[in-house]
Every structure is written in C-alpha cells, then in structure tokens.
C-alpha cells in the first residue's frame, strides 16, 4: 500500500508570494495534519483535519490555512511568504480515532528568497 | 503547556555499543510519549510509544524506551547500534484522548563511529 504522498518535494519561492502544499492519506485514514519542520527542530504543529472538518490548529498567523477533500487528501495554503515560512512542511495522516499512530509524509521543503 | 526536553543535541557512540537517548516531559498528567526517528531527507518514522500499562516498552528495530513517572523522563535506549541507525531521533508527547498534536523536542542527532 502507498504511504503518505506529498507534492512537490521541493519548492522555491519568493518573499510575499503565495504557496500550496498537497497531501494524499494513506488509504482508508481520515485524518491529516500539518507540521513544519524548521532546520535544527522538531517539527511544530499547524493543523490537524479530520473528516473534512478543523480539528485542531496551532500556533500560527492567519497566512497559513489549510482544507480536507472529500477523497481525504488535503492543502495546506501559505500567504504571503517571509523568509522565516522556509522550512520542511510534513503531513501526517491517521486513522483519527484515539491512539491511532501518525504516519508521515516525506514532506515538501519549501525555500523563501 | 506541554513541552518536551531532549538535552543532548548530539551524541556519538560506536558501532555495537549500548545506546540511550535522554528525553524529559512536563505535563500535568500522564501524556502520551513516543519516539520518532528521522533519517536524511526523509519524514519521520515512529519507533515506539507508552499509552498506559507496562512502563518499559518494546519498539521496531531493536528500540526499547522507559517511562518513569517520578523523574518525568522517557529515555530511548538500544543494547547494540548498527551504523544504519544514524539518524535524528525525536522525543514527544500527546495529549491522551485528544486530537492529533504532538509536541516534539528538539531532536538528537545519533553519529555512529565504525
């Protein structure tokens, strides 16, 4: 079975322009959420969506938004790029029911000049 | 809050010695803990974790980690390391019962000597 996909796996952008990230589920996972890894940390959690619905956010300005898909798969939208929004961005997908492990994407690093 | 404390950045050992990896947690109850590893360009790929019930856990590859309520710690630990674990190993916690948030630390990054 396909694990987690995400797309692109690189990215370049440039200071205020805007940026979509993409994530498949693993099949039969509901679930999806958002990290950014930033070079040197952990990764840091943006959202998490289940069944089409916010179920979680973290700490982070209102640049960055996110949706779920019917089909589960899901965006995650960045605004006005800053230099500081450079970082690898990791999607996680999971059952969505309690204890369900999260399994992650390779995640898409994404460079702000 | 949650957070979570792994205080050695890196740690250097050889090929076929023993292996612990330090984690520290502050939470108002028992959280949920678990250990990741990261390889190079890569995501990250879940080596154990400790809900409830037995406090030393048995994780994929060998992996075993400890909870200990009263020192707040769960260390990762390895009896023999193979030079394919070099890695970045991250510690974290969850809230039980709640969405999927996890808190990571900070990560240390394992170097393996031939």
């Known amino acids: 079975d396909a694990g987690v996909t995400q797309s692109p796996t690189h990215l370049i952008k440039t200071r205020g322009q805007q940026v979509t990230l993409r994530c498949s589920p693993i099949?039969?996972?509901?679930?999806v959420s958002w990290y950014q890894q930033v070079l040197g940390q952990g990764p840091q959690f943006i959202f998490q969506?289940?069944?089409?619905?916010?179920?979680g956010r973290g700490n982070f300005p209102d640049r960055f938004s996110a949706r779920q898909f019917p089909n589960y798969s899901s965006e995650l939208n960045v605004n006005a790029l800053l230099l500081g929004d450079s970082a690898l961005y990791l999607c996680a997908s999971s059952l969505g029911q309690v204890n369900s492990p999260l399994h992650f994407g390779n995640g898409t690093r994404l460079t702000v000049t | 809050a949650q957070s979570v404390t792994q205080p050695d950045i890196h740690i250097t050992v050889s090929e076929g010695a023993s292996l612990e990896l330090r984690c520290n947690y502050s939470y108002g109850a028992t959280p949920y803990l678990f250990w990741y590893v990261q390889s190079p360009g890569q995501g990250l790929q879940l080596l154990l974790k400790?809900?409830?019930?037995?406090?030393l856990v048995q994780g994929i590859k060998g992996f075993e980690a400890e909870f200990k309520r009263s020192q707040s710690s769960f260390n990762l630990r390895k009896p023999s390391v193979h030079w394919s674990d070099a890695a970045e190993y991250f510690c974290a916690v969850a809230r039980p019962n709640r969405d999927d948030k996890i808190i990571f630390g900070k990560g240390t990054r394992l170097h393996i000597l031939p």
């Open positions: 969506y289940y069944e089409k619905e916010e179920r």
């Open positions: 400790y809900f409830s019930g037995d406090t």
């Open positions: 099949s039969g996972h509901k679930s």
